[in-house]
């Protein structure tokens, strides 16, 4: 049973939808969150209009992260979330 929770409480990769550079933002916050909480695995900031994010190379969209993806969390406005989420099924995020 464990196994199955492993992408939520111990995932390996990390896409952070809406990451920001300001770490007083939410998507900042859980950036920094990440980083200062000692978490080891493989963060991805996901920025539209960044290259970079908090010192971690940026993409566009989830779609673009090589290799998969266990967990996403999602700090967007309301209106953008679903296409988000329809790219993180495609994507084949499993949280």
Known sequence: MTKVLDPLL???TVAVIGASRNP??????VMANLRSGGFCGR???VNARAESVQGFSAVKSV?????SVDLAVVAIPAEV???A?????????KV
């Open 10 to 12: 111990a995932p390996e």
């Open 24 to 29: 007083l933002k939410v998507g900042g916050s």
């Open 43 to 45: 963060i991805v900031p």
């Open 63 to 67: 779609l673009e992260i090589e290799g």
């Open 81 to 83: 979330v679903l296409p």
């Open 85 to 93: 989420l329809r790219e993180c099924v495609a994507k084949g995020v």
